[in-house]
């Protein structure tokens, strides 16, 4: 009986082998027959890229004047909220309950409408978030569109951002085609840019 058990253990386990052998010869036959179509790989700088467009360095400049002229008309908001509740403060002793919480309520009708403004402005779909759809978005666009018609007349599988959250540890330079693109795109880098 103890014979009968070792012999259909042994027949078990040289199955498996076997079983694993094949799986390793296909294994190593699929990588073998990817080698022989090996992918092109490449990698641009969107922000190198961007860098050296004209048009997204007037964007960029629209973008902070906005930015900077809504900023100031926020803190002119919360300026005035707190002179309201510096006035507050100090008139707190000599007001009646009726006039305190009529202050009170304008106070914080102030504060909201200060913080809808800044939300209005600068929150997820704000004005800013707009305004750099209007501007920005189609120069990327335009990036992408000469990404895409590069890499399928040069025939690359995959294009990398180094500029992106990608985390790239080491990117020989020539295969970054960044001028490449910008020449497609009828950019010239600048000279003084340094990638």
């Known amino acids: 009986m103890h014979l009968i058990c070792t012999i259909i253990g042994y027949i078990t386990i040289t199955n498996t082998v076997l079983k694993m052998k094949k799986l390793i010869l ?20 969107t922000q ?5 467009i004209p048009e997204y360095k007037t964007a960029q400049g629209q ?6 002229q809504w900023q ?4 002119g908001k919360f300026d005035e909220l ?14 009646t309950e009726e006039m305190r919480k009529k202050r009170e309520t304008e106070i914080l009708e102030k504060e909201k409408e200060a913080k809808e403004l800044q939300k209005q402005r600068f929150g997820k779909d704000g004005d800013l ?7 920005v978005k189609p120069i990327q666009d335009k990036i992408y569109n000469a990404l895409k018609d590069y890499a399928q007349a040069k025939n690359y599988a995959v294009i990398f951002d180094k500029a992106s959250d990608l985390t790239i540890l080491y990117a020989n330079p020539k295969y970054d085609i960044s001028d490449e693109i910008l020449d497609a795109m009828g950019y010239k880098a600048s000279d ?3 990638k």
């Open 192 to 194: 003084t840019e340094d």
């Open 26 to 45: 296909v294994i190593a036959a699929v990588f073998l027959s990817l080698g022989a179509f090996a992918q092109k790989f490449a990698y641009v700088d």
């Open 63 to 68: 973008l902070d004047k906005y930015s900077l």
């Open 48 to 52: 190198y890229i961007l860098d050296n």
């Open 82 to 95: 707190d002179k309201l509740y510096k006035n507050f403060q100090a008139d707190a002793i000599l007001l």
């Open 72 to 75: 100031k008309e926020i803190e």
């Open 129 to 135: 978030f707009k305004k750099r759809q209007e501007l």
